[in-house]
Each structure stands twice: as C-alpha cells, then as structure tokens.
C-alpha cells in the first residue's frame, strides 16, 4: 500500500484554511478520481474572474502559483505525506493557466479541461522530469504549472481552428 493510501483524508482539516485551499474547498477529498474533481472545481472560481480585465485574471493566477508552494507544502507537512491525491491546489493553478491563453468560451473551457488533464496525467517531458527532480511545496505545483503552459499552447493553437 503506497503512503498516500494510507494516510486517510479525514487528516485534512478543512476549518484549517491552508487546509481548505489545498483540498481545493474539500473536491481533492473525493474518493475517486481527485484530482479531476479539482479541476472541476477551479472552473467556478475561474468564472468569478474571467470577466473581469485580462491583467485581473493574469494577476489572480500568478498569485495562486505565487501562493501555491506554500500552501501545498504546509499541507503535506502537516499530514505528513508529499503531493497527497487530495492536494488539488496545483490543479487549480493548472487550469486557470491553461485558460489565459484563449478568451472564455465553453468550448475553451472543455477543451482547455481535456488538454490540462491529458498532460497532468500523462505528464510528458519535461513535466515528468519536473515532477521527479523538484520537491517541496514547489515540486507539487511546478508539474502542474507545467502542464497548465503545455495545455494552453495547444488550446492557443486549436481554437481558431472551431470558432
């Protein structure tokens, strides 16, 4: 059984704000599939700011990767578990990279989904090797941040292709 399964998800406190971020408001403590629900999860909160001016919505993600190694190594220090399932932060910070590339549609939006989850989980080079060498609060997002850039070049290069 690897750490990470064994380490229940009830350690997580969500009354603990670092906590409540890192789970991605409680959607990484699904049973299944956790980091997808954390993706899910970031789309309101990228909705709550994609209307406002670009330069708003550039600054909110540079501050959720700015934050991000903080609030991601706290957490699995606190559990004692590195890059835990139910860490969904760095998803969050994926995702609003991969849609900064294209103004909002729902097509960017599902496609931009598919895209950042195809490279999060297939994690070619050099997001593998990114996720192997770095550690800490930075290794758990830098693979994330990684690609999130690889999943919005290609929604970049994509959509002109169905609007």
């Known amino acids: 059984m690897s750490n990470q399964q064994a380490v229940p998800v009830s350690r ?3 009354c603990d ?3 409540l971020l890192a789970t991605g408001f409680g959607s990484g403590l699904a049973p299944v599939a956790p980091g997808t629900f954390g993706t899910v999860a970031a789309i309101p909160l990228y909705l709550a700011f994609v209307f ?7 600054v909110f993600t540079l501050l959720t ?3 991000g190694p903080y609030i991601c190594g706290k957490a699995a220090s606190d559990i004692g578990v590195h890059d835990h399932k139910a860490i969904v932060w760095d998803e969050f910070a994926g995702m ?5 590339f294209v103004p909002f549609s729902w097509t960017a939006v599902g496609l931009g989904f598919v895209l950042f989850r195809f490279f999060d989980i297939i994690k070619p080079w050099p997001i593998s090797y990114l996720d192997k060498h ?3 609060g930075l290794g758990i997002m830098v693979d994330d941040i990684a690609a999130g850039l690889a999943a919005g070049v290609c929604l970049w290069a994509i959509m002109p292709f169905l609007s």
């Not at 609003?96 to 900064?100: A, G, V, Y």
């Open 12 to 14: 997580f406190n969500l």
């Open 65 to 67: 990767c700015i934050v």
């Open 96 to 100: 609003f990279i991969t849609l900064c």
């Open 52 to 58: 406002s001016p670009l330069y708003v919505f550039i």
């Open 134 to 136: 770095v550690h800490g």
């Open 17 to 19: 704000p670092v906590h």
